[in-house]
């Protein structure tokens, strides 16, 4: 993903869903996009953090933006109770991008990733400059 590289050298976190069902998988799959070619970007388990996991928490603490990207209303990945930070931009993809949800997991269309990973990207960028 080119335009990643674009992005200024600050450490961003990317908290997505990762939930069972395709809207779930969906901002999964996202989240992967955007950390496969920039150093700077990390994935964080969304799991780890209410168990206080090290690993998450010093990822959440050392981050100069939070991303995060929901997959329904529910909203788990927005709900950072574990700590002081809050995301500097959230998505839910349902209601920002139309996702119809199901529970079907594998039912990810990959067109529609690529989308959203694009139009994160462009937000991100935006937020960084």
């Excluded at 992967?32 to 700077?40: G, H, M, S, Y």
Aim: proline share 3%; aromatic share 4%.
């Amino acid at each position: 993903m080119e335009d990643v590289k674009e992005i200024k050298k600050d450490k961003i976190a990317i908290v997505a869903c990762s939930g069972a069902s395709n809207t779930g998988q969906i901002t999964n799959e996202v989240a992967k996009n955007l950390c496969k070619d920039a150093e700077n970007f990390t994935m964080v388990c969304l799991a780890a953090l209410p168990l206080g996991a090290r690993t998450a928490m010093d990822k959440i603490e050392n981050a100069k933006k939070i991303i995060v990207v929901d997959g329904c209303p529910i909203k788990c990945a927005s709900q950072l109770k574990y700590t002081d930070k809050k995301p500097d931009i959230a998505f839910q993809i349902m209601e920002d991008y139309g996702v119809k949800k199901v529970s079907d997991p594998n039912a990810v269309d990959l067109e529609e990733v690529d989308k959203i990973t694009k139009d994160v990207l462009a937000k991100i960028k935006n937020l960084s400059n």
